[in-house]
């Protein structure tokens, strides 16, 4: 068992994890998902070689602080837990992380030196109660994906929109978001974006830039601009960009 490197105990009715676990000094690759296990199991910082975590609905409530020096870690998933702010590792030691899901727990801000990670590359914090984006976040200069659907969110820093690798941005489900600011044509590879359920009447003119935009959710009959009769007649995402387009002000020439 010391060449072990996948464990999947995913849906094994686990109550706890063997302490022994710890002699698999070669596991790279750890399911707990989908198990009632309330605790985490504290050696695991000893297991130097872990790149991917998972303990998805396992109704966890606490990291165990030792988590923080699993520095190889490039995948954790933590979804579907009762994890709060106070409850999480700190994240400034992990930066070989790429993709983070705490989605579905309790958070009303970043994790803690999630910051430092700038090289992640897919973000999922939807279905928390986080009420703002801070500045930092340009920090994420090769993020891919960013969901925040179903949070509070109102104060969210223009900075988001200016991450020109980001792909996706899912904002589905903030219903205080009410507006969108004029940086958002500065998202270039943007292919999907999430407005669903949320306060926004209005899309600028800049989003006629996003020329790589496939995808775009939206509440057809709450919209000002472009307005509802366009809207319902199911234009493609690039139909809204060339409607916003006609919209952009003249250049003097």
Same mark, same amino acid.
């Given at each position: 068992?010391?060449?072990?490197?996948?464990?999947?105990?995913?849906?094994?009715?686990?109550?706890?994890?063997?302490?022994?676990?710890?002699?698999?000094?070669?596991?790279?690759?750890?399911? %707990?998902?989908? =198990?009632? *296990?309330?605790?985490?199991?504290?050696? $695991?910082?000893? #297991?130097?070689? +872990?790149?991917? &975590?998972?303990?998805?609905?396992?109704?966890?409530?606490?990291?165990?602080?030792?988590?923080?020096?699993?520095?190889?870690?490039?995948?954790?998933?933590?979804?579907?837990?009762?994890?709060?702010?106070?409850?999480?590792?700190?994240?400034?030691?992990?930066?070989?992380?790429?993709?983070?899901?705490?989605?579905?727990?309790?958070?009303?801000?970043?994790?803690?030196?999630?910051?430092?990670?700038?090289?992640?590359?897919?973000?999922?914090?939807?279905?928390?109660?986080?009420?703002?984006?801070?500045?930092?976040?340009?920090?994420?200069?090769?993020?891919?994906?960013?969901? %925040?659907?179903? =949070?509070? *969110?109102?104060?969210?820093?223009?900075? $988001?929109?200016? #991450?020109?690798? +980001?792909?996706? &941005?899912?904002?589905?489900?903030?219903?205080?978001?009410?507006?969108?600011?004029?940086?958002?044509?500065?998202?270039?590879?943007?292919?999907?974006?999430?407005?669903?359920?949320?306060?926004?009447?209005?899309?600028?003119?800049?989003?006629?830039?996003?020329?790589?935009?496939?995808?775009?959710?939206?509440?057809?009959?709450?919209?000002?601009?472009?307005?509802?009769?366009?809207?319902?007649?199911?234009?493609?995402?690039?139909?809204?960009?060339?409607?916003?387009?006609?919209?952009?002000?003249?250049?003097?020439?």
């Amino acid at each position: 068992l010391h060449q072990l490197a996948f464990l999947d105990l995913a849906n094994c009715k686990l109550k706890s994890i063997p302490r022994d676990i710890k002699r698999l000094s070669s596991l790279t690759h750890l399911d %707990l998902s989908m =198990n009632p *296990l309330t605790a985490l199991p504290k050696p $695991l910082d000893v #297991l130097p070689r +872990l790149r991917a &975590l998972l303990f998805q609905g396992a109704g966890v409530e606490k990291m165990p602080e030792e988590y923080a020096k699993l520095v190889m870690l490039s995948e954790l998933q933590a979804s579907g837990n009762s994890l709060r702010d106070s409850t999480i590792v700190e994240f400034k030691r992990l930066l070989n992380l790429r993709k983070l899901d705490m989605s579905m727990n309790q958070l009303t801000m970043f994790p803690r030196g999630i910051f430092n990670v700038e090289n992640i590359l897919e973000l999922n914090l939807s279905g928390n109660e986080l009420r703002l984006v801070p500045p930092k976040i340009a920090a994420f200069g090769r993020v891919r994906l960013i969901n %925040l659907a179903s =949070n509070q *969110l109102r104060d969210v820093s223009i900075e $988001l929109f200016e #991450l020109s690798t +980001l792909t996706s &941005l899912n904002l589905n489900g903030n219903a205080d978001l009410d507006n969108l600011p004029s940086t958002i044509g500065s998202l270039a590879s943007l292919s999907f974006l999430g407005l669903r359920s949320t306060g926004v009447t209005e899309l600028p003119w800049e989003m006629s830039k996003l020329t790589s935009l496939t995808e775009i959710s939206l509440d057809v009959d709450n919209y000002l601009r472009p307005p509802p009769a366009f809207l319902k007649k199911n234009p493609a995402a690039q139909d809204i960009v060339a409607y916003l387009r006609r919209l952009a002000p003249s250049k003097r020439t």
